[in-house]
């Protein structure tokens, strides 16, 4: 029965058969640690309790973790087929002119040959321009402080994702 306090979304989503939550919070991030550590939460009472686990669980990372993470994730501009998540997010890139598209390939290709990972970044509700702009400004950091940029747009990119999950006219 669903709590009046409770979203349908979020009760729905505490509700789910372990298996099936696993699988859920695989889509919203791909690494094994912060899954765990979200599915160790259930039942949560509210959205915020939600997110506020997923935020810790990103704090607690290691660094292999967040190449976990990062392995789950396209390169900007190139969604993998069949993932509805990362094209939505990178719709802002789909429609870029090729010039743009080709340049950020190349700042792809010099981002992972300095950091050896994907540049990640939350494309959600941004223009190609913008993706690319920070590619080249964050191209620039110390390998340690792109990883506290990169572990910041984690938590961003789940956030998202995780209400995309809980809301109540969402079926998993």
Excluded at 154 to 171: F, K, M, P, T, Y
Aim: net charge negative; with cysteine.
């Amino acid at each position: 029965m669903t709590s009046t306090s409770t979203p349908q979304g979020l009760a729905r989503f505490n509700a789910l058969e372990e298996s099936a939550a696993l699988a859920a919070l695989h889509e919203v991030c791909a690494c094994t640690a912060w899954v765990r550590l979200l599915l160790a939460g259930r039942p949560y009472a509210t959205a915020d309790g939600l997110y506020a686990t997923a935020d810790a669980a990103v704090s607690g990372l290691t660094a292999a973790d967040l190449d976990e993470a990062m392995a789950g994730h396209p390169p900007i501009g190139g969604p993998r087929s069949g993932d509805p998540a990362t094209t939505r997010e990178q719709s802002g890139m789909a429609c870029a002119p090729d010039r743009l598209k080709a340049e950020m390939l190349e700042l792809n290709l010099a981002y992972q040959e300095k950091f050896g990972h994907v540049f990640l970044v939350c494309a959600t509700g941004r223009t190609g321009e913008q993706m690319r702009d920070a590619a080249r400004e964050r191209i620039g950091n110390t390998p340690e402080r792109e990883r506290e940029t990169v572990r910041t747009e984690l938590g961003r990119i789940n956030r998202i994702r995780l209400a995309r999950l809980v809301e109540a006219d969402r079926q998993p």
